[in-house]
Every structure is written in structure tokens, then in C-alpha cells.
């Protein structure tokens, strides 16, 4: 895992969770698209992501920080999938 930058805050679940569904809300045609598998959907909204992240932490993400990103954003996607389909 890739240290933070001295004197910068990581992202922290609260904050990433907040981030996100704003991303998520924001955006609800690309996460319909993604439940229709629409090319292109995942990545704008994983690139989405990261800039929403790059901005709170007003600096660019480690590998390790934009892969939790990644991790998160697909996780909310299929609680949002098996709840539609649930």
C-alpha cells in the first residue's frame, strides 16, 4: 500500500461513502445504464469516482486509494443492482 502524502488526510470509509453517493446520485442515468451493462457506464462513473476523491483530498489518489475507490463504487453498484432486482 502507497503512504499518503505527509500532512494530507486519506480518504476515509465515512468520507468515501459520501463521496460516492453523491456520485452515484448525481449520475443515475450512467448507474441505469450500468444495470443494462451499456458500454462505457463503469468507467464514467469510476472516473467520476476519482475526481470527486482527487477533489476532497485536493491532491491526486495513491494506486492503493483509487483502487478502495474502485472497490467501493462497484460494491454500492450491486447493492443498488440486487435491490432493483430483489
Do not use: H, Y
Amino acid at each position: 500500500m502507497e503512504p499518503s502524502q505527509p500532512g494530507r488526510a486519506g480518504l476515509t470509509p465515512a468520507t468515501l461513502d459520501a463521496l460516492l453517493e453523491g456520485v452515484i446520485r448525481t449520475n443515475k442515468v450512467k448507474v441505469v445504464g450500468w444495470l443494462r451493462d451499456k458500454p462505457g457506464c463503469w468507467g464514467f462513473l469510476a472516473g467520476q469516482a476519482v475526481s470527486a476523491s482527487r477533489k476532497q483530498l485536493d491532491r491526486p489518489l495513491t494506486d492503493a486509494e483509487r483502487r478502495q475507490v474502485w472497490d467501493q463504487l462497484w460494491r454500492w453498484l450491486e447493492e443498488i443492482k440486487s435491490g432493483v432486482g430483489g
